[in-house]
């Protein structure tokens, strides 16, 4: 069984940064994808930024420039640097991990949440 645990999330004053980590439990498995959702109350879940076992990185419009998402590939762990923060940044951090089977199939992972409040 494969567990994402996150750490990095609190309370930060607009303008400020915070650093997100992922890293797995349990069974060890190459990911093809990490990435970071989030979830503000009320909204629906979406995504972040996501990066991929190519090297590519996407980021949701809303964080380009803000956001860097790095992976560690030897620790199997996925960095969110977030920084410039804003009050909408506010929501539950949702780390998410996907590996592709031989026969197509994808076994998605999540993690617990943190939570992330940006005070004006």
């Known amino acids: 069984q494969v567990q994402l645990v996150e750490s990095g999330g609190g309370l930060v004053q607009a303008g400020g940064s915070l650093r997100l980590s992922c890293e797995p439990s349990g069974i060890i498995v190459s990911f093809n994808t990490m990435g970071w959702y989030r979830q503000a109350p009320g909204k629906q879940r979406e995504l972040v930024a996501r990066?991929?076992?190519?090297?590519?990185?996407y980021y949701a419009d809303s964080v380009k420039g803000r956001f860097t998402i790095s992976r560690d590939y030897a620790e199997n762990t996925v960095y969110l640097l977030m920084d410039s923060l804003k009050p909408e940044d506010t929501a539950v951090y949702y780390c998410?991990?996907?590996?592709?089977?031989?026969?197509?199939?994808?076994?998605?992972?999540w993690g617990q949440g943190t939570q992330v409040t940006v005070s004006s």
């Open positions: 990066t991929t076992s190519d090297g590519s990185t």
């Open positions: 998410h991990a996907a590996v592709r089977r031989v026969d197509a199939t994808v076994d998605n992972y």
